[in-house]
């Protein structure tokens, strides 16, 4: 008589493989569990992460799967450590339907206001999404006339438009932890055009390229769903009455509704100063200021693999860097790590500059970029304004300009040479990728003067693990948006901001999210309890 067998979920941690494909997933998990294979009945790969620690790189998976077992071979496979029964967490039901005399608002058309207004739908209440930046097609060629020839358009460009900031970015989707909201974002972002591993991938990225055909879709997806949108709209005050929101102006029209989602992103500080104005309580907030450094990719790869040729089947390295610095109390960190990248000039105001980092999705170029930051603290800028931070990245952003021979060139030093203390000469344009073009100087009269020497402890204890890090590396500043400075308080149940119902900030802006994911997050969860 045949033993009787049962289909149980497991989950499966630490397996190691080199392939990438779903039958070498899974013909490995048979053998590691000592099953046939046909018992096998699905695999789903939870995460996947590239080890790179050994000379033979092999990707690390965790799996779900479902596997016909009789009683003795799940005790058997149960009492592996790696093995344990897998119940996936639901995603919590959204809060109940909306029923509102007037439509709410969305500002802001990044990740953090897109999801609050899938959200809200999903309540039964589409909303009006405003946006001060225009489209994707007329954002890119703002965009390449301020890189090519330094002509600013401050209301469509790199940071204001549809996608938000994210959409000139690496597309990074990283976020910490896992939840089921953002299951439910990366999965949105599948259904509209994204790459399927990204629902996996430790270090997963969409790439500007494709960021620009995802967003288009996921605002027709909304679209369709009874969502208006309109561009080139900015939110130039709200109407606030007895605690409550009333109303909205964008330009000479007032419209009425009870609940403004605000996702701002880090960058409109206007409207953040306006809000400030209408009794939104805002608390100044820690963020980071520093440079991008720059090298050759080949340098990367070969520190971090050991093997130049690795990044045909793995593409290209990159890295994570920290350094505590002791003598200042500082953290210095590397951040948006962009293998393959460009470095880019991010400006919204006018005689103001400060840098980011872009990639393409297949990360092809021959450079690799990174910011190399310093903590800050409220107590360094703080004056008694909550907007204080604002004003402190406003600050270093004019003098990064000024810097500039020409317009919205950006300063650049040799890594050694800042090391020295000297400005460097004879830097050519073309030794980095940023433009329109760069202009040698020593950024230490850039930079504030209190992470000067925390930049340089840093540089030198992270040449220790990548060899050549100072002598091959070329910075370019300043980065100063890292996060926002600000926190807009709100009520940690309702999302609302204290004291003014049906105000609702959310995302980067608010100082609630780092990110595209944690953004889109962020505004998921808002748009649900909202109301």
């Not at 450590?81 to 119940?87: A, C, M, N, P, Q």
């Not at 000479?252 to 400030?276: C, K």
């Not at 990248?341 to 297949?362: D, K, W, Y």
Request: aromatic share 6%.
């Amino acid at each position: 008589m045949a033993a009787h067998s049962e289909t149980y979920r497991l989950k499966i941690t630490g397996l190691r493989l080199g392939g990438t494909d779903g039958p070498s997933v899974q013909g490995e998990l048979a053998r590691a569990l000592c099953v046939p294979c046909e018992r096998i009945q699905s695999v789903c790969i939870l995460r996947r992460s590239l080890d790179a620690r050994q000379r033979t790189l092999v990707y690390e998976y965790s799996l779900a799967a479902d596997i016909c077992l009789t009683a003795e071979e799940f005790e058997r496979i149960s009492a592996d450590s790696r093995v344990s029964l897998y119940s996936e967490e639901p995603l919590p039901p959204a809060g109940p339907g909306l029923s509102l005399p007037e439509r709410p608002v969305v500002a802001g058309c990044g990740p953090a206001g897109l999801f609050a207004a899938l959200a809200l739908v999903e309540r039964g209440c589409p909303p009006l999404v405003i946006e001060r930046g225009g489209r994707i097609a007329d954002r890119v060629r703002a965009v390449q006339a301020f890189w090519k020839r330094g002509e600013l358009d401050t209301e469509s460009n790199v940071v204001f438009g549809e996608g938000g900031a994210g959409t000139f970015s690496d597309g990074k989707l990283t976020a910490r932890g896992s939840s089921p909201f953002k299951l439910r974002v990366l999965e949105e972002l599948v259904a509209c055009g994204a790459e399927s591993d990204i629902l996996f991938d430790t270090r997963a990225h969409v790439g500007t390229d494709r960021l620009r055909r995802v967003i288009p879709a996921l605002v027709e997806r909304l679209q369709q769903r009874g969502v208006e949108f309109r561009f080139n709209t900015r939110m130039d005050d709200v109407v606030i009455e007895q605690g409550r929101v009333r109303a909205v102006r964008i330009g000479g029209e007032v419209l009425a509704t009870g609940i403004v989602v605000l996702a701002l992103g880090h960058s409109a500080r206007d409207t953040v100063r306006m809000l400030a104005r209408r009794g939104m309580r805002i608390q100044p907030k820690g963020f980071a200021v520093g440079t991008r450094i720059e090298h050759p990719q080949e340098l990367i790869d070969l520190a971090m693999r050991r093997n130049k040729s690795a990044r045909g089947a793995y593409g290209p390295a990159d890295y994570a860097l920290k350094h505590q610095d002791t003598a200042s109390g500082r953290g210095v960190y590397s951040f948006c790590m962009c293998p393959g990248g460009l470095v880019i000039g991010c400006a919204s105001q006018p005689e103001t500059l400060c840098v980011n980092g872009m990639s393409f999705s297949n990360r092809a170029g021959s450079r690799a970029n990174a910011a190399i930051v310093a903590t800050i603290a409220p107590d360094d800028f703080e004056t008694g304004d909550p907007l204080s931070g604002i004003a402190f990245q406003e600050h270093i952003e004019r003098l990064v300009y000024a810097a500039g021979a020409m317009p919205y060139y950006a300063p650049a030093q040799r890594a050694a040479d800042f090391m020295r203390g000297r400005a460097s000469t004879g830097l050519p344009c073309e030794d980095v990728s940023y433009t329109p073009g760069i202009s040698p100087v020593d950024l230490a009269g850039v930079l504030p003067g209190f992470i000067i020497e925390p930049l340089r402890r840093a540089l030198a204890a992270f040449d220790k693990k990548i060899h050549g890090f100072i002598e091959q590396g070329i910075l370019i500043g300043a980065e100063t948006r890292t996060s926002s400075p600000v926190r807009m308080l709100r009520d940690p149940e309702t999302f609302q901001a204290e004291g003014i119902a049906g105000l609702v900030p959310v995302g980067e802006g608010a100082g609630y999210a780092g990110g595209i994911v944690s953004s889109a997050v962020d505004g998921l969860r808002a748009g649900w309890r909202a109301g």
